[in-house]
Nanobody, 120 residues
Framework: VQLQASGGGLVQPGGSLRLSCAAS????????IGWFRQAPGKEREWVSC????????FYADSVKGRFTISGDNAKNTVYLEMNSLKAEDTAVYYC??????????????WGQGTQVTVSS
């Protein structure tokens, strides 16, 4: 099982980015994919989760209405579309495979992380 996160970068406040999490070694029907983020000096924070098997998406309150998670089964990839970005969204973003939940313990496999910096 491998997860490859990509798409991070530097963006101005109010801007948008799309993160990708490419999965290999399993299909999206088998594991849910979650996104977490970790800012310097802070604990890893759950952001969103996509479950292809039950057709559900979940969001943390801090990103609800601004972020959209989706999956492409053909590409075995989950996307996190991030709009109206704020400085407080700055963090390393990680994708993980497991069961949808807010705790890191719900996930069995982790990608390497991609940096998102929101700054003018």
């Amino acid at each position: 099982v491998q997860l490859q996160a990509s798409g991070g970068g530097l963006v101005q406040p109010g801007g948008s980015l799309r993160l990708s999490c490419a999965a290999s070694g399993f299909t999206l029907d088998y594991y849910a994919i979650g996104w977490f983020r970790q800012a310097p000096g802070k604990e890893r924070e759950w952001v969103s989760c996509f479950s292809s098997s039950v057709g559900s998406t979940f969001y943390a309150d801090s990103v609800k209405g601004r972020f959209t998670i989706s999956g492409d089964n053909a590409k075995n990839t989950v996307y996190l579309e991030m709009n109206s970005l704020k400085a407080e969204d700055t963090a390393v973003y990680y994708c993980a495979a497991g069961h949808c939940g807010w705790s890191t313990k719900a996930y069995d496999y982790w990608g390497q992380g991609t940096q998102v910096t929101v700054s003018s």
